[in-house]
Nanobody
């Protein structure tokens, strides 16, 4: 079993930056691909970024490409999402998730954190 705990959310002005962290428990973190999702009110949850176990490959949604960066530290069982040039439309609950199979599909992620709120004011 893997438990994921996000942190780093908060209120920021448009154009600002935040860095989200997701700490994982358990010994299998280094064998799991990781992803960051978000869900805005009234919208479906969407994949923003994903990273492979060895950090060789990453994937970004078009909406965040060039602004957000996913990274991981396997020694610290932590995955990060650096968010720059934030916009009001980035306001959402942000979740980290883990999957054993490299995937862009939400249903193939096995473990989820409880989420952290990000609010971007205009």
């Amino acid at each position: 079993q893997v438990q994921l705990v996000e942190s780093g959310g908060g209120l920021v002005q448009a154009g600002g930056s935040l860095r989200l962290s997701c700490a994982a428990s358990g010994r299998t973190f280094s064998s799991l691909h990781m992803g960051w999702f978000r869900q805005a009110p009234g919208k479906e949850r969407e994949l923003l970024a994903a990273i492979t176990v060895n950090r060789y490959s990453t994937h970004y949604a078009d909406s965040v490409k060039g602004r957000f960066t996913i990274s991981r530290d396997n020694a610290k069982n932590t995955v990060f999402l650096q968010m720059n040039s934030l916009k009001p439309e980035d306001t959402a609950i942000y979740y980290c998730a883990a999957t054993r199979l490299w995937s862009y599909v939400e249903t193939e992620y096995d473990y989820w954190g409880q989420g952290t709120q990000v609010t971007v004011s205009s």
